[in-house]
């Protein structure tokens, strides 16, 4: 019998945003944390409420940012072992006559690959220092805020100074109300 069952995000609600390094991208990015109301189903009705969840999204490919989708090193190890108990058997075995072809390349096959999977377990490494690598968002998403999808303002230094209407004195932009724009038409 087929049984189609999963879990409903519903009313998924930006709630929160930092810079992070995605290990899917291999890049820092800006990821969101995202709130959602989880309900598992089966056959798409909704059968068991979980409650609201939180969870942190990257905001270039989607994906967690801290689950990688590399290989395993544990399943590399595995792999080795299998292929060099796979090489040590056929090169144990005598090579027919009518098939040495095959036989001569599905050895040195083994062997190789042995050695190629020998090479990228040994230089996995262990972990990734995601704080250090987070670094800063590029600068096109510098300007703009991915839970409201507003920009950015650089008032300049008239946010800094009281009795400044404009950074215009500093070399800034001109910083104008809205009284001030009617005025001006």
């Not at 087929?2 to 930006?14: D, E, Q, S, T």
């Not at 920009?151 to 230094?157: K, L, P, T």
Request: hydrophobic share 50%; proline share 4%.
């Amino acid at each position: 019998m087929f049984i189609v069952y999963g879990v409903h995000r519903w009313k998924a609600k930006r709630v929160a945003f930092r810079n992070d390094f995605c290990l899917a991208c291999g890049e820092a990015r800006r990821a969101v944390q995202v709130r959602t109301f989880d309900v598992g189903h089966i056959f798409w009705i909704p059968i068991l409420p979980a409650g609201f969840w939180k969870r942190w999204v990257c905001t270039v490919c989607g994906r967690d940012p801290h689950i990688t989708t590399k290989t395993r090193r544990g399943f590399k190890w595995v792999g080795l072992f299998i292929l060099v108990l796979l090489a040590a058997v056929l090169w144990m075995a005598p090579v027919e006559p009518n098939a040495a072809a095959v036989s001569w390349s599905l050895r040195i096959a083994a062997s190789v690959g042995a050695v190629l999977v020998l090479r990228a377990s040994a230089a996995h490494a262990k972990g990734a220092d995601l704080a250090g690598k987070a670094g800063k968002p590029s600068a096109g998403d510098r300007f703009r805020v991915p839970i409201c999808g507003a920009q950015f303002v650089d008032a300049g230094f008239a946010m800094l100074v009281p009795g400044l209407r404009s950074g215009e004195e500093r070399g800034g932009a001109k910083l104008e109300t809205r009284k001030q724009k009617r005025e001006n038409r």
